[in-house]
């Protein structure tokens, strides 16, 4: 098949709708967020239109650097071991027969079904001292007495793994489902035992692949908002329960709208590396 541009209006036509939608449902918003963001503040919780940058300027103090770096370490964190646990996931998946694959891939989705919420609360339950998994620890005789785990930062890390997990099976098993079995053999033929093919013929095969799940995961961890709440202590909250604490508790919508632009251009940035990537790969 040969591509060409679209030449008429009809033609036009299948883009028109998403088109729109883009610019109602994110140009437009984020164009008046950017005016917010270099309004002045008010006393009392209003704000003025003006052409300020001190909300800007309030990126380079201490608590604001803690608070993006803390962020940005978690959210690599999480992508690190997301994909780390579920590349080899993956890839056994993969090799598994069509109807088991199915099974696998029903339940992943019925993961990403479950709200932001639900999977807070439930590691919370999971994590607590009362109906805890500690409980069965002290029942086998591996602790004294059950302890709680939440909130801590391990327990952080592990809900937002948990959630970030099926989206990088899902984004993972398209490039392992189409890998050539033939690679992997020759390596064995080879003398290769089956760890070290994986890490010398599968992984760099996919190296591409790794790296923009890897940029997923970390846009996805970025901005999460209830598991930081839910499941960590108030030096764990992250960039985006920073954004809501001063739009709705400080009533300071100026410098709420402008670490929100940061936090988009941050996330349109990465995304932007990733689809390069892919291209890249492409070809």
């Known amino acids: 098949m040969i591509r060409r541009a679209p030449r008429s209006l009809g033609e036009h036509a299948p883009i028109l709708f998403p088109?729109?939608?883009?610019?109602?449902?994110?140009?437009?918003?984020?164009?008046?967020?950017?005016?917010?963001s270099v309004a002045r503040r008010i006393p009392g919780g209003f704000y003025e239109p003006d052409l300020v940058l001190a909300n800007y300027e309030r990126f380079l103090s201490a608590f604001f650097g803690g608070v993006l770096s803390f962020s940005l370490e978690l959210?690599?964190?999480?992508?690190?071991?997301?994909?780390g646990i579920g590349f080899p996931f993956t890839y056994r998946l993969a090799r598994l027969?069509?109807?088991?694959?199915?099974?696998?891939?029903?339940?992943?989705?019925?993961?990403?079904?479950?709200?932001?919420?639900?999977?807070?609360?439930?590691?919370?339950?999971?994590l607590s001292r009362t109906a805890g998994?500690?409980?069965?620890?002290?029942?086998?005789?591996?602790?004294?007495?059950?302890?709680?785990?939440?909130p801590s930062f391990g327990a952080l890390l592990a809900g937002m793994v948990y959630q970030a997990f099926p989206y990088t099976v899902l984004v993972l098993y398209p490039a392992l489902a189409r890998l050539d079995p033939a690679?992997?053999?020759?390596?064995?033929?080879?003398?290769?035992?089956?760890?070290?093919?994986?890490?010398?013929?599968?992984?760099?095969?996919?190296?591409?692949?790794?790296?923009?799940?890897?940029?997923?995961?970390?846009?996805?961890?970025l901005g999460s908002y209830l598991l930081p709440q839910l499941l960590g202590r108030p030096q764990h909250w992250t960039l985006s329960v920073l954004i809501t604490d001063?739009?709705?508790y400080q009533s300071n919508m100026p410098f709420a709208a402008a670490m929100a632009v940061f936090l988009v251009l941050v996330s349109l940035a990465l995304v932007?590396?990733?689809?390069?990537?892919?291209?890249?790969?492409?070809?």
């Not at 088109?19 to 917010?36: E, K, R, S, T, Y």
């Not at 694959?101 to 439930?122: C, D, K, M, P």
């Not at 998994?133 to 939440?150: D, H």
């Not at 689809?275 to 492409?282: H, M, N, S, T």
């Open 183 to 221: 690679l992997v053999e020759a390596s064995r033929t080879l003398g290769a035992s089956p760890l070290k093919a994986f890490f010398t013929v599968v992984v760099p095969t996919q190296r591409n692949t790794i790296v923009a799940t890897l940029i997923m995961a970390f846009v996805f961890a």
């Open 246 to 248: 001063q739009a709705i």
């Open 19 to 36: 088109a729109l939608m883009l610019v109602v449902f994110f140009v437009i918003p984020f164009g008046l967020m950017i005016a917010v």
């Open 133 to 150: 998994i500690t409980n069965l620890l002290v029942a086998v005789g591996l602790m004294a007495e059950p302890q709680s785990l939440s």
């Open 272 to 283: 932007g590396l990733s689809l390069l990537i892919g291209r890249k790969e492409e070809a």
């Open 75 to 83: 959210a690599a964190l999480v992508a690190v071991v997301a994909v």
């Open 97 to 126: 027969p069509r109807a088991a694959q199915v099974r696998w891939l029903v339940f992943l989705l019925s993961i990403l079904s479950l709200s932001e919420v639900i999977i807070g609360f439930a590691w919370s339950t999971l």
